[in-house]
Nanobody, 127 residues
Framework: QVQLVESGGALVQAGGSLRLSCAASGRTFSGNRYAMGWFRQAPGKEHEFIAAINWSGGTTYYADSVKGRFTISRDRAKNTVYLQMNSLRPEDTAVYYC??????????????????WGQGTQVTVSS
């Protein structure tokens, strides 16, 4: 089992920045050589892919809606994944979830392909 705990969500004004963190703990898989990702869910909407990163941190993927504004990174020594969010917009308001896919070293962008998820952290962007 892998436990994921997100932190860093807050209320912020449009144009502001936040950094989300996701700390992984529990059983390690292949020396933590697995893909990680961030998704979000706004009220009444499906889970939306935001960003993903491969096991080494050398390959990243982003949704078009956040490309150029958000940056995903990981610190393998700390078993932590980060999501730096800049130039936030009201439409970025959602619950943000960290996810791990321990079956793959390269990430996909599909919520159902990940097999561990955090509890979520609320990000609210006011206009």
């Amino acid at each position: 089992q892998v436990q994921l705990v997100e932190s860093g969500g807050a209320l912020v004004q449009a144009g502001g920045s936040l950094r989300l963190s996701c700390a992984a703990s529990g059983r390690t898989f292949s020396g933590n050589r697995y893909a990680m990702g961030w998704f979000r869910q706004a009220p009444g909407k499906e889970h939306e892919f935001i960003a993903a990163i491969n096991w080494s941190g050398g390959t990243t993927y982003y949704a078009d809606s956040v490309k150029g504004r958000f940056t995903i990174s990981r610190d393998r020594a700390k078993n932590t994944v980060y999501l730096q969010m800049n130039s936030l917009r009201p439409e970025d308001t959602a619950v943000y979830y960290c996810a791990a896919d321990t079956r793959r070293t390269m990430p996909t962008m599909i919520w159902g392909n990940f097999n561990y998820w955090g509890q979520g952290t609320q990000v609210t962007v006011s206009s």
